[in-house]
């Protein structure tokens, strides 16, 4: 018996079926690659029907595609307790899987192979899952994998037994007369049977008393099951022991496996599990791409919700602006306590009439640029308090739009906190704005013999965030081209105001782009490579 690292390099092997190997390989490639990162009610179902598909195609269907001479894989996989490793030690008689009571009971898998073998299988992956071991006791043309436990205590076991079984050749169900009744088995069985997997079943240490009562309500089970045709063998309790079993108790079993190691039987089963892999691999490979296609939906429908939710609030803040609203409150306050008469304003709400009042007037024109001048920045705080108040209801409603659902939640997550690009936007949109009205107002200042150029961009300003006394002095010191300016910059002011308020987007679909959505080519190149295998389904 010799004992090898867990896998090898090795030159050997026959031509692969390059067309078939290279379509395979093309659909493996789609499936590792598709990610599915949107947490869509069938994303988790479907993630882990991708792995366990990956997984057969990567370690079961290209490996015996590129080496069809490579000896048949049986696994022997049950639940805990079932007698695997004494059955696989039994068959060679010699230890060569350490059987245990403590659970897991099989800890490491084993896989054992003629040392004429051992190079046919050097480069399959299940090299990189088990122990290989040489025993010339095994059959030429039959490699045996003793698994770990189906039901086994230990997650990574419980996983490692079910990729074992997807490159499975054939399996061979081992249970006992107290276990065989457990849902666990049953459904990887019925599934492994659904992509195509022979199959078999060892009822290992029956109490002879209950022999006949336990094989016909197992025989039952199994056809009730669609399994009436499958091979069964009954090796009875032997009662405790240690090492092999006596050699007439699995003589039946291991002459079955001698007889697979022929040369036509062994590819019959890998032509007959190989061929029965295709439809469902084809049904599987759908089913991923009808997944990737509710993804490119659902991201769709994501960023249209992302958008329609600052929708509503883009336009109200458009419309209040566009009403006057900036004017309300502080600096309407600020105007009417510094125009009313003898208010330093005070003679742009009246203009005044007579030498006296001219002169008073003419006295007061510094006070009424400094007046113009201090209302002109409470207009501008007003503006930035509506616009981010605007805004700040927009990243609400955008909010409110994904909580409570996978993928939004999925948004909120990867959303940069803190409010820095907020406020960096309303600083350069009131950059912007102050450059826009002071260069409109230089093209007035001709118009005005007794404002100064300062307070011509001032009163402008004022008159356009919606102040009507402002707004009438226009009419009065700057004449109809005053008033469009004020309008124009009031409706430039709007449209700003609800594009501010549609920025908020920004960051949200910023957040969905981060999470790097699968391209709607994945789907489309998975689905052409179903079609591929509709040949060989």
Request: charged share 25%; proline share 5%.
């Given at each position: 018996?010799?004992?090898?690292?867990?896998?090898?390099?090795?030159?050997?092997?026959?031509?692969?079926?390059?067309?078939?190997?290279?379509?395979?390989?093309?659909?493996?490639?789609?499936?590792?690659?598709?990610?599915?990162?949107?947490?869509?009610?069938?994303?988790?179902?479907?993630?882990?029907?991708?792995?366990?598909?990956?997984?057969?195609?990567?370690?079961?269907?290209?490996?015996?595609?590129?080496?069809?001479?490579?000896?048949?894989?049986?696994?022997?996989?049950?639940?805990?307790?079932?007698?695997?490793?004494?059955?696989?030690?039994?068959?060679?008689?010699?230890?060569?899987?350490?059987?245990?009571?403590?659970?897991?009971?099989?800890?490491?898998?084993?896989?054992?192979?003629?040392?004429?073998?051992?190079?046919?299988?050097?480069?399959?992956?299940?090299?990189?899952?088990?122990?290989?071991?040489?025993?010339?006791?095994?059959?030429?043309?039959?490699?045996?994998?003793?698994?770990?436990?189906?039901?086994?205590?230990?997650?990574?076991?419980?996983?490692?037994?079910?990729?074992?079984?997807?490159?499975?050749?054939?399996?061979?169900?081992?249970?006992?007369?107290?276990?065989?009744?457990?849902?666990?088995?049953?459904?990887?069985?019925?599934?492994?049977?659904?992509?195509?997997?022979?199959?078999?079943?060892?009822?290992?240490?029956?109490?002879?008393?209950?022999?006949?009562?336990?094989?016909?309500?197992?025989?039952?089970?199994?056809?009730?099951?669609?399994?009436?045709?499958?091979?069964?063998?009954?090796?009875?309790?032997?009662?405790?022991?240690?090492?092999?079993?006596?050699?007439?108790?699995?003589?039946?079993?291991?002459?079955?496996?001698?007889?697979?190691?022929r040369g036509a039987q062994s590819r019959s089963i890998i032509a007959r599990t190989v061929r029965g892999a295709w439809p469902?691999?084809?049904?599987?490979?759908?089913?991923?791409?009808?997944?990737?296609?509710?993804?490119?939906?659902?991201?769709?429908?994501?960023?249209?919700?992302?958008?329609?939710?600052?929708?509503?609030?883009?336009?109200?803040?458009?419309?209040?602006?566009?009403?006057?609203?900036?004017?309300?409150?502080?600096?309407?306050?600020?105007?009417?306590?510094?125009?009313?008469?003898?208010?330093?304003?005070?003679?742009?709400?009246?203009?005044?009439?007579?030498?006296?009042?001219?002169?008073?007037?003419?006295?007061?024109?510094?006070?009424?640029?400094?007046?113009?001048?201090?209302?002109?920045?409470?207009?501008?705080?007003?503006?930035?308090?509506?616009?981010?108040?605007?805004?700040?209801?927009?990243?609400?409603?955008?909010?409110?739009?994904?909580?409570?659902?996978?993928?939004?939640?999925?948004?909120?997550?990867?959303?940069?906190?803190?409010?820095?690009?907020?406020?960096?936007?309303?600083?350069?949109?009131?950059?912007?704005?102050?450059?826009?009205?002071?260069?409109?107002?230089?093209?007035?200042?001709?118009?005005?013999?007794?404002?100064?150029?300062?307070?011509?961009?001032?009163?402008?300003?004022?008159?356009?965030?919606?102040?009507?006394?402002?707004?009438?002095?226009?009419?009065?010191?700057?004449?109809?081209?005053?008033?469009?300016?004020?309008?124009?910059?009031?409706?430039?002011?709007?449209?700003?105001?609800?594009?501010?308020?549609?920025?908020?987007?920004?960051?949200?679909?910023?957040?969905?782009?981060?999470?790097?959505?699968?391209?709607?080519?994945?789907?489309?190149?998975?689905?052409?490579?179903?079609?591929?295998?509709?040949?060989?389904?």
């Amino acid at each position: 018996m010799t004992v090898s690292p867990a896998a090898q390099p090795s030159s050997g092997g026959v031509s692969p079926r390059l067309p078939m190997v290279e379509m395979v390989e093309h659909l493996l490639a789609g499936l590792s690659g598709a990610r599915l990162v949107l947490d869509t009610p069938d994303a988790a179902a479907t993630r882990e029907r991708r792995e366990r598909v990956a997984s057969q195609v990567r370690n079961h269907l290209l490996p015996r595609l590129r080496q069809v001479s490579a000896p048949v894989i049986v696994v022997l996989g049950g639940p805990t307790g079932a007698g695997k490793s004494t059955l696989v030690n039994s068959v060679l008689g010699d230890d060569v899987s350490a059987a245990g009571v403590l659970r897991p009971t099989t800890k490491e898998p084993i896989l054992v192979a003629h040392p004429k073998d051992a190079e046919l299988l050097a480069d399959h992956p299940v090299l990189g899952l088990a122990r290989l071991v040489e025993h010339e006791r095994v059959t030429r043309g039959v490699a045996i994998l003793d698994a770990p436990d189906l039901d086994s205590v230990s997650d990574a076991n419980r996983a490692l037994a079910g990729e074992l079984v997807e490159l499975a050749d054939l399996w061979v169900f081992v249970t006992t007369g107290s276990r065989y009744g457990d849902a666990v088995p049953w459904t990887r069985l019925t599934e492994a049977d659904e992509r195509g997997v022979s199959l078999a079943v060892v009822l290992n240490r029956v109490d002879p008393a209950a022999l006949v009562a336990v094989r016909g309500d197992l025989f039952g089970r199994m056809n009730e099951h669609g399994f009436g045709n499958v091979p069964y063998f009954v090796i009875a309790d032997v009662g405790p022991h240690e090492g092999v079993l006596p050699t007439g108790r699995v003589a039946e079993f291991a002459g079955w496996l001698e007889v697979l190691g022929r040369g036509a039987q062994s590819r019959s089963i890998i032509a007959r599990t190989v061929r029965g892999a295709w439809p469902a691999l084809r049904q599987d490979v759908l089913a991923v791409a009808g997944a990737l296609e509710v993804q490119r939906r659902t991201h769709l429908s994501l960023t249209n919700e992302i958008g329609a939710a600052t929708a509503g609030v883009g336009r109200r803040a458009r419309d209040d602006v566009r009403a006057g609203a900036i004017g309300y409150g502080a600096p309407t306050t600020t105007w009417l306590a510094a125009a009313t008469s003898g208010g330093p304003l005070a003679a742009l709400a009246n203009p005044p009439r007579g030498a006296f009042e001219h002169w008073r007037a003419r006295r007061s024109a510094q006070a009424r640029a400094a007046a113009l001048a201090a209302l002109r920045r409470t207009c501008d705080q007003a503006a930035r308090d509506l616009l981010t108040d605007a805004a700040g209801r927009g990243a609400r409603a955008i909010r409110d739009a994904l909580v409570g659902t996978g993928p939004g939640e999925q948004v909120l997550g990867r959303l940069r906190r803190g409010g820095t690009e907020r406020e960096a936007r309303m600083r350069t949109l009131l950059t912007e704005w102050t450059a826009q009205v002071d260069g409109r107002a230089r093209d007035l200042v001709s118009r005005s013999e007794t404002l100064p150029p300062a307070s011509v961009a001032d009163l402008v300003a004022v008159a356009a965030v919606g102040l009507d006394g402002p707004r009438r002095a226009v009419g009065r010191y700057l004449g109809d081209a005053g008033l469009d300016v004020v309008d124009e910059l009031r409706g430039e002011l709007a449209e700003w105001a609800e594009a501010t308020v549609r920025a908020e987007a920004e960051a949200y679909l910023e957040a969905l782009d981060s999470l790097d959505v699968d391209d709607p080519s994945a789907a489309t190149s998975l689905r052409l490579r179903a079609s591929e295998l509709k040949g060989f389904a």
